[in-house]
């Protein structure tokens, strides 16, 4: 039977839940992968998916390099475009995402897991008034 989900190892994500950080980054478990939006004006910088760095992390697959997927508060891709890619190609339904608060730490959001139900148009995050 195939995997429908593999899970980022704990030493890649607890990095994330330092008290330092004051919550801009939240690791939410298993989400399913349809619930990833990509808006390629929000990636830090423009490249294309490359097909051979896909299809090498599918074939030569090493767990202590599953990071979380990096996303928005809304769902929206921010880092991982190839992890995301790999793990669509490996038939996976769930993945890590880290949420990336930005500049706004300590959004509150509702429970972490409801920004991915089936209410997540109507998610808005509370940001502070800088």
Partial sequence: ??????P???YLTSMYSNPQFDGRWIVVRKVPINKIQ????????Q???NQRDVDWICKDFHIEAWYPIMVTPKSF???GQHRLAAAKKMGLKYIDVVIDNGNTPNVPCKNNRDIFNDKI????????NL
Wanted: no cysteine.
């Fill in 121 to 128: 148009s109507t998610f808005t995050p509370i940001t502070q």
């Fill in 77 to 79: 891709l921010l880092d």
């Fill in 38 to 45: 990509i808006d390629y004006s929000l990636f830090s910088f």
């Fill in 47 to 49: 490249n294309e998916i």
């Fill in 1 to 6: 039977m195939a995997k429908n989900y593999i």
């Fill in 8 to 10: 980022s190892p704990d």
